[in-house]
């Protein structure tokens, strides 16, 4: 499986997934020149586009979905409620509407609604799974509840939202209102609750943590590096941005490459425990 995050922030959202030729994206909250500019520079051809998953109605994650659906005719998933509330009249024959909690097959991937807590008509996240290795979005997100745990508990590679920073957000000039809808249990997670969540759910499968959705005005790349880092030794830790993709992963590569690291790591203290045998018995 291939993944990135083609845009993630305040100003921007969409995530691409792929197993061999079927590929999806979660959301198109930018426009389609930058969706078309940033995916060229990865390789990836709008045209390949099997189906488009929407998380919610928000401007951020919808803004481009219009146009870029029809120039390539693309399908879009998403909630009676979300479609209501986006106001987009996108073709009849484009648009499926699903529940917040449904299983779509895309060929040879699985799209799984995650229901969650967000201030939106009708929000979901979105796990993606092959069968094998399960690829887990979770943005936009009021609280940590039970079905973001039992993502975070299956998850292979994990999207997480790291949104704000308490005290930049308590000491930014946002107004009394916004400030309190961010935090309300309805808005975003910050940094401190997303790694209380990582840390209570995470199991030895996950292999890949990025952290997503930063804010631009209450968050910072290195505060929130700082924040996941020690606590991310033995996986691999990206910051996706609202200034640029990522680049484009390959989870296959990553689980051979660990495998690689775990077969030198039992011949290094193979090596170990005959030296100190060898010492021992001298």
């Not at 219009?66 to 998933?77: A, G, H, L």
């Not at 092959?130 to 690829?135: L, P, Q, S």
């Not at 939202?161 to 910050?190: P, Q, V």
Request: glycine share 6%; proline share 3%.
């Amino acid at each position: 499986m291939k993944y990135c995050a083609l845009a993630s922030g305040s100003n921007g959202n969409s995530y691409y997934i792929a197993n061999g030729s079927d590929a999806v994206l979660v959301d198109v909250g930018i426009n389609t020149k930058h969706m078309e500019l940033r995916m060229a520079r990865l390789g990836i051809n709008p045209a390949s586009i099997s189906a488009i998953f929407i998380t919610h109605e928000h401007s951020d994650h919808i803004c481009g979905l219009s146009v870029f659906c029809k120039r390539y005719q693309i399908p879009v998933y998403i909630t009676a409620g979300s479609y209501k509330g986006s106001r987009l009249q996108l073709p009849d024959y484009l648009v499926h509407i699903i529940e917040p909690n449904a299983k779509v097959d895309v060929g040879s991937i699985s799209v799984y609604g995650i229901p969650k807590y967000h201030d939106a008509k009708e929000p979901c996240s979105f796990l993606v799974s092959n069968g094998a290795f399960n690829i887990g979005v979770l943005t936009d997100l009021g609280r940590a509840c039970d079905n973001v745990k039992h993502v975070i508990k299956h998850a292979d590679v994990l999207l997480l939202e790291a949104n704000y920073d308490e005290e930049m957000l308590e000491k930014g000039r946002y107004s009394f209102y916004l400030k309190n809808r961010i935090r309300s249990g309805w808005g975003h997670i910050s940094n401190r609750l997303s790694l209380e969540v990582f840390l209570e759910s995470r199991t030895p499968r996950l292999r890949h943590l990025i952290l997503s959705h930063l804010s631009g005005q209450n968050n910072t790349v290195e505060l929130v590096h700082a924040t996941f880092a020690p606590h991310c030794t033995d996986i691999k830790l990206s910051v996706a941005t609202r200034f640029q993709e990522t680049e484009l992963f390959d989870l296959y590569a990553l689980a051979k490459e660990e495998t690689v690291e775990i077969r030198l790591e039992q011949q290094y203290m193979g090596c170990q425990t005959s030296l100190f045998t060898k010492v021992d018995e001298a």
